[in-house]
């Protein structure tokens, strides 16, 4: 199974940002750093050296799942920490947040869990909940489902901005182990599920609620709704012990969409899959769906949630300053469209 | 027909708001200035006599009639300009915007007559367009139908801040027309279109699409369509020639749920509904749902989408820099929970 067959398709996201790329890039202005494509956008506010880091981001169909199970305080928690991770990127601290909430008949009683725990993350990373915004729009959205936006200002020295022109060949690449799918790749782990459900005779509900021997007697639906991991604290570890030159978040998109955000061009990635176990949960959706290495790689990703580039002198002394983080690769020059090469699999 | 019956409940969006209120107060940080309910959040950043001012809104479903008639540029056009006007109720002026596109199928021409609308308006209002998220969510929404949010960050000076303690008792109100019901009230004017439709017989596509007289010709469709009005050049000359103690942005919850927002507790406002002529889509509207006034003031902004709060002193002046404002009324001592009292009907 491959993403596209599941009625998502990246390269038509991508046809469609290159249709108004002109137009957006007409609304600069002097405050403006850097170009489209970045974890974040930058913006120099006059009289201060703090630069503003700006993102966005929804938690996709990991909703669907949630909704399914009644567990909707995890995705709350995940949208913060998923533009948290975005700003860290950047090298950016939270400043403050903001929320989209939307559905076709309001359930205060399911917002409260969903914004609510929200609230608590952003408090636990110090962040502001400054605003948001609750629409009820009958017939737009199947019964039931809601969408989430986060919306996170961070702000972040002028000097302290993680910028990719700054890697170098032979810089090495430091993983930090996710905790499951994070918030993307859920449409095809979930059509994914759907079929292996069918296969067992279960409804997807019950299938999802099933103890599975592969994560140790947890459920599917355990694992698919673990909470996105937060990187603030590791991010301040690792900086505050090596000369860290730029930051990927691995999100939609997987490993090709996301570790070249955080090269420049002529630069790519060389990376040892075999460096850290891919988690169980990424193993039985690649085995039920037959998923092709390179679609899973694309799609998920698969057991590390954010790399970091760091000067090669100061490996150790980043593998030391975070104990669960692995050294899975380096810094190359690259030819040709796709900038992450396996080293061997 | 009362909002209600649509679909759309606001003590329901209240009720929800409600239960995690203690939550987000305890997010605040040292630089957050103000409480819950204004217009937008103020920030202030260290080391910078600028105040961050931060707003989220949607559409509604303004957008199901956009896709309905396959005219899809003004709601682009439309979310940039609602959280300019809510930004400027606070006193600021915009710096950036990011956007939140999503959708079951995203279609790339449509995302560009959508997303490219709204850089547009960026440019148009000097708002840089920082960034933006598109996801795509199969078997979330209906068919066809997309979601908008959007993220306004604008600066103020810090004794430029417009705050609702400013004003007071005698006061004078100098409301802006609207262009029409701007992006709000859409889920109880499309419920009477729908009825009004079955009524002569036509599908609501003919319907909407149909000259009528009243509108001088033009179609319910173009009445319904009208953007949303940018009010930044009338704010910029109303605050060169007047004292302006505070701004309300007439959105959802119409005139009750808004005009309070730019007054302190104990302090109303006495309208009068004569001092301006109802634009005849909001007469059409109320006559063919048989709406009660109480509820169309309270769904819709009837005709004035901006009042400002001005010094009684400076009524002239303000009058004066803004050819199409109107006095609508005066702001008094109240008691109740109504505070907007209507002078005569």
Redesign the interface.
């Given at each position: 199974m491959r993403y596209q067959d599941?009625?998502?398709?990246i390269s038509?996201?991508e046809?469609?940002?290159a249709?108004?790329r002109d137009?957006?890039r007409?609304?600069?202005?002097p405050?403006?750093i850097g170009d489209i494509g970045a974890f974040?956008?930058l913006?120099r506010?006059?009289?201060?050296?703090?630069v503003?880091v700006?993102?966005?981001?929804?938690v996709?169909?990991k909703?669907?799942i949630a909704r399914l199970l009644d567990r909707h305080e995890g995705v709350g928690t995940d949208l913060v920490h998923h533009c948290v991770n975005d700003a860290l990127a950047m090298g950016a601290e939270p400043?403050?947040f903001?929320?989209?909430f939307?559905t076709?008949?309001?359930e205060?009683?399911i917002?409260?869990r969903v914004?609510?725990a929200m609230?608590?993350a952003?408090?636990a990373h110090?962040?502001?909940?400054?605003?948001?915004?609750?629409?009820?729009?009958?017939?737009?959205?199947?019964p039931g489902?809601y969408?989430l936006?986060g919306?996170l200002?961070g702000?972040v020295a002028r000097d302290r901005i993680l910028d990719p022109a700054a890697a170098r060949e032979g810089d090495v690449l430091i993983g930090l182990p996710s905790t499951g799918l994070h918030t993307n790749g859920y449409?095809l782990a979930r059509a994914i599920c759907d079929r292996a459900a069918a296969r067992a005779e279960l409804d997807i509900r019950s299938f999802l609620l099933a103890p599975q021997p592969e994560l140790r007697g947890a459920s599917l639906g355990d694992a698919l709704l673990a909470t996105h991991r937060c990187y603030l604290d590791d991010v301040r570890a690792l900086r505050a012990a090596a000369t860290v030159r730029s930051i990927a978040h691995l999100t939609g998109g997987g490993w090709e969409g996301n570790l070249p955000r955080a090269l420049p061009p002529g630069l790519g990635a060389t990376v040892d899959p075999n460096a850290w176990i891919v988690p169980p949960v990424f193993r039985m959706l690649v085995e039920w769906g037959g998923v092709a290495d390179a679609d899973a790689f694309g799609a998920w990703n698969m057991g590390i949630g954010l790399v970091a580039v760091v000067a090669a002198a100061d490996e150790r002394a980043a593998l030391r300053a975070l104990p669960d983080a692995i050294r899975i690769g380096m810094v190359e020059r690259t030819s040709g469209p796709r900038r992450v090469r396996w080293a061997s699999r």
């Open positions: 599941t009625g998502v398709d038509r996201a046809d469609a940002l249709r108004i137009r957006v007409a609304t600069k202005r405050e403006v974040g956008g913006f506010l006059a009289g201060t050296d703090t503003l700006a993102t966005t981001d929804g996709g169909t909703l669907e400043l403050f903001l929320d989209y939307s076709s008949t309001l205060p009683e917002f409260a914004v609510g609230a608590d952003c408090r110090g962040c502001a909940l400054l605003g948001g915004e609750t629409a009820e729009m009958p017939g737009m959205y199947v489902a969408d936006a919306f200002v702000g449409s």
